[in-house]
């Protein structure tokens, strides 16, 4: 009992620090913008672009022919492969004791067939989320997220998360603390999630991705940079 509630209050302290160190960061000296020498860093905004975020490593940066591309990573996949694979094997593991039993219940086919596709459509609407296209083309000069169709355009679609590569001024990362309720083990799940963001002309934002695995999201911001050829312009971490 002892060792259980030491363990508590060292994941509340644990808590209280990061908490304090974010305080500190937000309240202490101001980012010096001056050391990115441009007047666009000082005009564009420098908090979260997408609160939240997931504290493994959903996408990561390769290149192909003409253009470079984020993909959702094995671990993504399987996150939202996971509630569907429940959403079909609930039904069967529910359905074949009454079949071989002979007995029947009306409230039943409901929860056979309900609550399983609850699971089968989150897990699916993950899937899609995950599966997003996420492409710097260099081939039509565009960035976007989301489907096109054959040669159709960003601006032909219209998708709501596109620019042209040439209005991309650099990539900022910057983070946030993300606070989520302990689990089932008792453990807190709070966790810090990094942003890779385009900085455009008009101090606009666009984001790229969003994280917790912190090395990794540094080392693909550098390889997109090094195919964009624009600066990292890093914020607190």
């Given at each position: 009992?002892?060792?259980?509630?030491?363990?508590?209050?060292?994941?509340?302290?644990?808590?209280?620090?990061?908490?304090?160190?974010?305080?500190?960061?937000?309240?202490?000296?101001?980012?010096?913008?001056?050391?990115?020498?441009?007047?666009?860093?000082?005009?564009?905004?420098?908090?979260?672009?997408?609160?939240?975020?997931?504290?493994?490593?959903?996408?990561?940066?390769?290149?192909?022919?003409?253009?470079?591309?984020?993909?959702?990573?094995?671990?993504?996949?399987?996150?939202?492969?996971?509630?569907?694979?429940?959403?079909?094997?609930?039904?069967?593991?529910?359905?074949?004791?009454?079949?071989?039993?002979?007995?029947?219940?009306?409230?039943?086919?409901?929860?056979?067939?309900?609550?399983?596709?609850?699971?089968?459509?989150?897990?699916?609407?993950?899937?899609?989320?995950?599966?997003?296209?996420?492409?710097?083309?260099?081939?039509?000069?565009?960035?976007?997220?989301?489907?096109?169709?054959?040669?159709?355009?960003?601006?032909?679609?219209?998708?709501?998360?596109?620019c042209r590569l040439r209005d991309i001024v650099a990539l900022q990362i910057i983070s946030e603390h993300v606070s989520g309720s302990s689990s089932s083990s008792g453990r807190s799940s709070s966790f810090r999630s990094?942003?890779?963001?385009?900085?455009?002309?008009?101090?606009?934002?666009?984001?790229?991705?969003?994280?917790?695995?912190?090395?990794?999201?540094?080392?693909?911001?550098?390889?997109?940079?090094?195919?964009?050829?624009?600066?990292?312009?890093?914020?607190?971490?």
């Open positions: 009992m002892f060792k259980n509630l030491g363990e508590k209050l060292t994941e509340k302290i644990g808590e209280i620090g990061d908490s304090i160190k974010d305080a500190i960061k937000a309240s202490g000296t101001p980012l010096d913008l001056s050391k990115f020498n441009n007047p666009i860093a000082e005009k564009t905004e420098w908090s979260p672009l997408k609160p939240g975020g997931t504290s493994f490593r959903t996408h990561e940066f390769y290149k192909k022919t003409g253009e470079a591309r984020f993909k959702a990573t094995k671990g993504n996949l399987m996150f939202s492969g996971i509630f569907m694979v429940i959403g079909l094997v609930v039904p069967v593991l529910m359905m074949t004791p009454a079949i071989s039993s002979g007995s029947s219940s009306e409230a039943l086919p409901f929860i056979v067939n309900f609550v399983p596709l609850v699971f089968f459509f989150a897990g699916f609407f993950l899937f899609r989320v995950s599966t997003k296209p996420i492409v710097f083309s260099k081939t039509t000069g565009y960035f976007w997220k989301g489907r096109l169709k054959g040669n159709e355009s960003p601006e032909q679609k219209p998708l709501k998360e596109y990094y942003e890779i963001n385009l900085i455009l002309q008009d101090a606009g934002r666009l984001n790229v991705i969003d994280h917790g695995k912190k090395i990794k999201l540094l080392e693909d911001a550098e390889k997109l940079a090094a195919y964009l050829g624009v600066p990292v312009w890093m914020g607190r971490i």
